[in-house]
């Protein structure tokens, strides 16, 4: 067993992560370090770069030790698929694979974004995830009661990360390799988008043009400092702003 050692801002640990396993990494330890977090990956074989044999602790197995099932918002508890730990009373388990890239529902943005989800859905809601990655918003949607919850991205190999994680909770996915300018007007009435302020700010006349008339949009991927172009670009009532750190999530009704 081989480790690397990487040093990266808080910010930029989810893209180095995904690289990682997509590099094939077996497990990856996080230590926080001051304004920094350090990350240890573990491999089977040795790759090109700074790397230093490791014999003395099964990665695979560890990872999977720490990495614990967790209560998000008010009504969820997001659990790796070997966990058995009970859900608790009241609160819905939402089953993923957080050893596949594209999201592992830890990041903030997307906590923030089930807890919004879990205010504005109402039964039979019709729910579009733009950018659906590891598809646990979509997921989170269906558990709630969204009639159905349809996931887009661009890149098709996320589309697999997220069919799986639909098929460990039981649930049919509904997927597609699409952008937000391919959907029809009007088609959802809650639409979800948990991407950046830049790719938000791009797709925004896509984004209100899809969501039906009163339908509520939610969005989420930016900081507090992007916050003020979000709301400005995005016009809506009722808004509720969602924080985690510096991280923001903004729900808003259409008018």
Request: proline share 4%.
């Amino acid at each position: 067993m081989y480790s690397i050692r990487i040093a990266c801002s808080r910010e930029e640990v989810d893209r180095v992560s995904g690289e990682l396993w997509e590099a094939g990494t077996v497990g990856i330890r996080e230590i926080e370090d001051g304004d920094r977090v350090v990350l240890i990956a573990s491999f089977e074989n040795a790759q090109p770069g700074s790397w230093e044999e490791d014999e003395s602790v099964d990665w695979a197995a560890k990872f999977k030790q720490e990495w614990k099932a967790r209560a998000v918002g008010g009504r969820m508890f997001l659990a790796p698929y070997w966990s058995d730990e009970p859900t608790p009373a009241g609160r819905i388990r939402l089953i993923h694979n957080p050893s596949r890239a594209l999201g592992t529902g830890e990041h903030p943005c997307t906590q923030l974004v089930l807890a919004a989800l879990e205010q504005s859905m109402r039964p039979g809601c019709r729910v579009l995830d733009v950018g659906t990655g590891s598809g646990i918003l979509a997921i989170g949607a269906l558990r709630l009661g969204a009639e159905s919850a349809i996931g887009v991205d661009l890149d098709e190999s996320a589309l697999g990360v997220a069919r799986e994680n639909h098929e460990l909770n039981g649930l049919a996915a509904r997927l597609a390799v699409a952008s937000a300018d391919c959907l029809a007007d009007g088609c959802a009435d809650i639409t979800v988008a948990n991407i950046s302020a830049t790719v938000l700010l791009f797709l925004g006349d896509d984004l209100l043009r899809i969501t039906a008339a009163r339908g509520r949009l939610i969005l989420s991927g930016f900081t507090e400092p992007e916050l003020k172009a979000i709301e400005e670009n995005f016009p809506g009532v009722d808004a509720q702003v969602f924080e985690s750190g510096e991280w923001r999530c903004i729900s808003l009704r259409l008018s």
